[in-house]
């Protein structure tokens, strides 16, 4: 999933999995494989971040895990996060 802005500010995610296109013409669209579409604050190039950052952290936790250095986030680390995956979800402070 990906954090994206709505154009009123309502901040939302998107399954980056599932996007087929993103279109800036002249407010950036994203078009999801069944065909929904939300327009975003974000530019063109910075939702294609989101989803290269996205994937990309997926990719290093299975590295660590695979070396066996992954640990899960400690409660204190987490606090005030909803960070209910294993895999963990940047803020925007950690781009």
Known sequence: ???VTRLNGEHFAVNADLIERVEGHPDTVITLQEGNKYVVAESV????REIRDYRASIQAVAFQMDRGEYRLPTAHATQG???????PFPTRDER
């Open 81 to 87: 996060s909803d960070d209910s995956s294993v895999v």
């Open 45 to 48: 190039e910075q939702v294609i």
């Open 1 to 3: 999933m990906i954090r």
